[in-house]
């Protein structure tokens, strides 16, 4: 033996909505009802939300930089309710990323900037609102689904 310890298990934790860094963000976007069943997901030092299905919401996804964390991930929101279907796919845009997506499946490409907002339930903020820190929302990007690494239908 070499002496080599495995790889240690990802670090994912949930927390409260709360303390998402782009709370604020989805605040001002999605509906409350929504907003109050989400949660954040650490993944390593930076929690960010992860807001379920329900009303006009019809999917959403949360990135992530590895094959390990996204079935990380995907484990911690299987069980939950509000992320059906739970999955890991391949993102081209806006860097080439793995995403771990729930509820329907977004269209390969979007007719408009409005079709896609309605896809993950999202309005756009009254003007002059600035809700804290912006960070990329998931929604912010087009290019999904390649392949699907999902343990099977569901």
Known sequence: MSGLTPPAEPDVVVMPAAEAYDFEYFRSRVDAGLLSRSIAVRVFRMPLLAVPVGGIRRGGWF???????????????????????VR???????????????????????????????FYGLKRPAPGHHGGVRVSSPADFGCSSAASYGRGPR
């Open 88 to 118: 890991v796919t391949w993102h081209c845009a806006p860097r080439s990323s793995y995403a771990v997506e729930w509820g329907d499946r977004p269209p390969a490409t979007w007719l408009d900037e409005h079709e896609r907002l309605a």
């Open 63 to 85: 990135g992530v930089d590895s094959l390990a964390l996204a079935l990380a991930v995907r484990d911690v929101l299987a069980p939950l309710n509000g992320f059906p279907g």
